[in-house]
């Protein structure tokens, strides 16, 4: 069983900077790719920002220079800077990650989202 649980959302105005953690825990034995996503009012899912495990990182167009990812792979946790925020920004935020239990099952999994309301 392999849980994420993220945390750290709230609101803020625009400008203002938030930070979002994720930590994975369960029956882990490899983390490889983490992954945010965030669901925009009446949007489809999309994606934010990837981190692979040896902490090369990837981001959407949107949030490129504004949002930063990265990880701590002893605390198996991924964490989202978040800058310059704009009302744009409001969404549900999700983390994502590929993980290999311990029966050597690769699975990516999905936490249940964190609120990121960002005030004009």
């Known amino acids: 069983q392999v849980q994420l649980v993220e945390s750290g959302g709230g609101l803020v105005q625009a400008g203002g900077s938030l930070r979002l953690s994720c930590a994975a825990s369960?029956?882990?034995?490899?983390?490889?790719?983490m992954r945010w996503y965030r669901q925009r009012p009446g949007k489809q899912r999309e994606f934010v920002a990837e981190i692979t495990r040896s902490g090369s990182p990837k981001y959407a167009d949107s949030v490129e220079g504004r949002f930063t990812i990265s990880r701590d792979n002893a605390k198996n946790t991924v964490n989202l800077e978040m800058n310059i925020l704009e009302p744009e920004d409001t969404a549900v935020y999700h983390c994502?990650?590929?993980?290999?239990?311990?029966?050597?099952?690769?699975?990516?999994?999905w936490g249940q989202g964190t609120q990121v309301t960002v005030s004009s």
């Open positions: 369960g029956t882990i034995r490899t983390i490889h790719n």
């Open positions: 994502n990650a590929d993980i290999t239990d311990n029966l050597y099952t690769l699975f990516s999994y």
